[in-house]
Nanobody
Framework: QVQLVESGGGLVQAGGSLRLSCAAS????????MRWYRQAPGKQREWVAT???????NYADSVRGRFTISMDNAKNTVYLQMNSLKPEDTAVYYC??????????WGRGTQVTVSS
């Protein structure tokens, strides 16, 4: 089993910044990629960003240029730096890890609220 714990969410004004963290622990072996998703009230969960164990990253169009995903392999932690936040970024943000055998694990989420 792998445990994921997100932190760093909160309330911020539009145009502000937050940095989310997700620490992985447990039976960690050969993580393929770590990802962030988000779910706004009344909407489906959507993918935000991915970083592979090789360091390659990719972003949803809605956040590209404003969000940056990074990973500290030594700490088994993934970060999401969110700049120029907009009210439409308000959501619960979830961390996801894809293991070498394609098993996925999810964190419990952290709330991000952007006020206008």
């Amino acid at each position: 089993q792998v445990q994921l714990v997100e932190s760093g969410g909160g309330l911020v004004q539009a145009g502000g910044s937050l940095r989310l963290s997700c620490a992985a622990s447990g039976n960690i072996f050969r993580i393929n990629a770590m990802r962030w998703y988000r779910q706004a009230p009344g909407k489906q969960r959507e993918w935000v960003a991915t970083i592979t164990n090789g360091g390659s990253s990719n972003y949803a169009d809605s956040v590209r240029g404003r969000f940056t995903i990074s990973m500290d392999n030594a700490k088994n932690t993934v970060y999401l730096q969110m700049n120029s936040l907009k009210p439409e970024d308000t959501a619960v943000y979830y961390c996801n890890v894809l293991m070498w055998n394609y098993v996925e694990y999810w964190g419990r989420g952290t709330q991000v609220t952007v006020s206008s």
